[in-house]
């Protein structure tokens, strides 16, 4: 341009004068040119704030962990507020010595770092019937992927000495809505973690500060926040949460119960309804996420005509069981319309299916466990819209 870009040519405020120095913000917050980078809600789905989900901000995010200020939150009573000192986590039932934890003495036994996804059971539930929300913040943002510390619930259980008849878990929570899940003792002796930190840094008040379950692969519901008791038992307790709630009701009438491992699943995070493309045709970038509570993610396939000619899509960064994989798909935009979707296959060889496929095989009523294929509707103007091609 005439004169210059005074992006360069001009003197600017940060070459003149001192910045803040250090320690002007203890605990660092973003740029606040970053302040549109939040989880949302979506308030006509909930009556009410304190029994209600926020959305994980996808778009905004690359790479496969998700930063804690900005993991989605789903609560069935409010964030409750525990000081770590007053917290116990009790172990009783079918044990040979019931015990209580301090937050202390969790702390002493041998510590695991390990990066998982947890995926709400409801994640792209509103999506069943057709496509609906506008953004992958409000279709897929139930999910969130960190680095947890913490012991095996293995060691805790092994403390107490399980019974032979001991065959399941029951899970409680300290909130007030005392959240109950049975789990099954495969499970809880094979990779659950009783956590306490998240990224590093202690379990933020949403994510169950001061301890929360971890229970890899499997459906959110189960990951009980701010634990406070195990219950060892015989049988299932069949409790609200996985009779009335997280069960799948199928056409012909009968539920699926117990349904509890996420299923492969993937979605373009960019661009996307929130993210649309603002530099027109040429060098384009699509990047999106799979995961799969079988194992790893294989392959990530993506097409660009709905589903005629599928790509080979790059997964980058690194590849854990159970946690999120990140994959990128480097094109040349024509500037013509596109039908933008990927697939992701696990190493167990499941495929993602398309939102047919699933209805075809589950029905319509339910809310839960839908791992269908995303369609993104490109125009030439770089926006996006949620579409379905059939
Ligand atoms: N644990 C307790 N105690 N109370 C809750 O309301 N919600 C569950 C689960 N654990 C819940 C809970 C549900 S449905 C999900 S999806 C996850 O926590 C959400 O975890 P997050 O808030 O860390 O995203
Ligand atoms: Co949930």
């Known amino acids: 341009a005439e004169g210059g870009d005074p992006a360069i040519t001009e003197l600017k405020d940060w070459n003149s004068y001192l910045g803040e120095g250090v320690v002007a913000r203890p605990y660092g917050t973003p740029s606040s040119f970053e302040a549109g980078v939040v989880r949302r809600d979506v308030p006509w789905l909930t009556a009410d704030a304190t029994s209600s989900v926020s959305f994980t901000p996808l778009h905004d995010l690359d790479g496969i962990i998700t930063p804690n200020g900005l993991c989605f939150e789903r609560h069935h009573a409010g964030i409750a507020e525990i000081p770590p000192d007053e917290h116990r986590l009790m172990i009783n039932g079918l044990v040979d010595r019931p015990l209580v934890f301090t937050m202390d003495d969790l702390k002493r036994f041998p510590r695991e770092n ?11 539930g509103m999506e069943w019937r057709g496509a609906q929300l506008n953004g992958c913040q409000f279709t897929h943002g139930m999910i969130h992927c960190v680095m947890y510390t913490g012991t095996p619930l293995r060691y805790l259980l092994e403390e107490a000495g399980v019974k032979t008849a001991g065959k399941w878990l029951l899970a409680e929570g300290a909130d007030a809505s005392a959240m109950t899940r049975s789990i099954p003792m495969e499970k809880a002796l094979d990779d659950c973690l009783v956590a306490w930190k998240m990224n590093g840094e202690a379990l933020r008040p949403e994510q169950g500060y001061p301890v929360r379950l971890v229970v890899p692969g499997w459906e959110g519901n189960m990951w009980v926040k701010w634990l406070r008791r195990l219950e060892v038992g015989d049988q299932p307790w069949e409790h609200r949460e996985e009779t009335s709630k997280y069960t799948d009701l199928l056409a012909s009438g009968k539920a699926r119960k117990f349904t509890w491992g996420m299923e492969v699943k993937s979605v373009i995070t960019n661009p996307s309804p929130q ?35 599928w790509h080979e899509a790059r997964i980058d960064g690194p590849s854990l069981p159970m946690a999120l994989h990140r994959f990128y798909y480097d094109f040349e935009w024509d500037g013509s319309q596109l039908l933008l979707q990927s697939r992701a296959v696990d190493d167990r060889g499941f495929v993602q299916p398309t939102k047919n496929e699933l209805r075809a095989a589950r029905g319509d009523n339910s809310i839960y466990h839908n791992n269908g294929i995303q369609t993104w509707l490109l125009t030439a103007d770089g926006g996006l819209e949620n579409v379905e091609v059939s």
Request: aromatic residues 6%; hydrophobic residues 35%.
């Open 114 to 124: 390990r990066v998982y996804f947890l995926e709400c059971a409801a994640n792209s």
């Open 275 to 309: 993210a649309p493309i603002t530099h027109g045709k040429g060098r384009t970038v699509v990047t999106g996420l799979a995961w799969s509570g079988n194992g790893r993610i294989d392959r990530v396939d993506v097409t660009l005509d709905g589903g005629r000619n």
